[in-house]
């Protein structure tokens, strides 16, 4: 049953993998209501598998997923979608023979009406897409069009947004776009869980941050108690 003070989102004690071996171990995380929190860890730590567990692409062996205290375990993306959840993975995350209009269109396909007004309000907060509504997604830069899947992911007005390696191989002027981006999704009432390989930054505009590793729960605090830990420090921003 929803409670008011539940947080928007909850993994609780989560398992999960591929096959029969599990990649997260009991994992707990939660994402506050107005809140950016993000995952860090080395490779292999289970943050994108932590994802897409939450998300119903792989199925909880154990544990509970909760959206705003209503349990959704084993629930598909979609039916997770109209509960407000938003997924944007680290690639494939666009139609490219679509244009950036249609991409938005589709991003808003369970809407009966006030698409138009959606993409509208889209474009206002992505200026450089509304630029060039007819141009086709598979022409657009790489940060170009990680910015599209972050518009196309908030045509349906999620309460909550996944984002997988949001800034990966994009360049350090686009990576400060799409964090600055993140930021302004928040601001305007969007919560955000997020999976980065640039810990030190995704940490910097964080409320709250979590450490895995070999799949478990290793760390976790605000944004800058983690970036001002001594371990990780060491063993994950090279210090």
């Known amino acids: 049953m929803m409670t008011e003070h539940a947080p928007v989102l909850a993994a609780d004690r989560l398992t999960s993998g591929y096959g029969e071996v599990p990649i997260v171990r009991d994992v707990s995380i939660r994402v506050g209501h107005d809140e950016i929190v993000t995952i ?6 289970g943050k994108s598998t932590l994802l ?6 792989l199925p909880a062996w154990h544990g509970r997923v909760l959206v705003a205290g209503d349990d959704v375990t084993g629930l598909t993306p979609e039916k997770l979608v109209r509960r407000g959840l938003a997924y944007v993975p680290q690639t494939n995350n666009v139609f490219p023979r679509l244009t950036i209009r249609e991409n938005l269109a589709m991003g808003g396909f369970t809407l009966t009406n006030g698409v138009k007004d959606r993409i509208d309000w889209v474009f206002e ?37 996944l984002l997988d390696e949001p800034s990966a191989s994009l360049s350090p002027k686009m990576v400060e776009t799409v964090f600055a981006s993140v930021i302004e999704i928040n601001r305007r009432g969007t919560a955000v869980l997020m999976v980065e ?14 450490v895995l590793a070999n799949g478990e729960n290793r760390l976790e605090g605000s944004g800058s108690e983690l970036l001002e830990s001594d371990e990780v420090r060491r063993l994950y921003l090279g210090e």
Do not use: C, D
């Not at 897409?52 to 692409?57: D, P, T």
């Open 40 to 45: 860090i860890g080395p490779n292999g730590a």
């Open 52 to 57: 897409k567990s939450v998300f119903g692409y």
């Open 125 to 161: 907060l992505f200026p450089v897409l509304a630029e060039r509504p007819r141009e086709r997604a598979g022409r657009l830069s790489g940060g170009q069009r990680q910015t599209l899947a972050l518009a196309r992911a908030l045509m349906l007005e999620p309460v909550i947004l």
């Open 197 to 210: 390989q640039n810990a030190r930054r995704a940490l910097a505009i964080s409320h709250r941050g979590y």
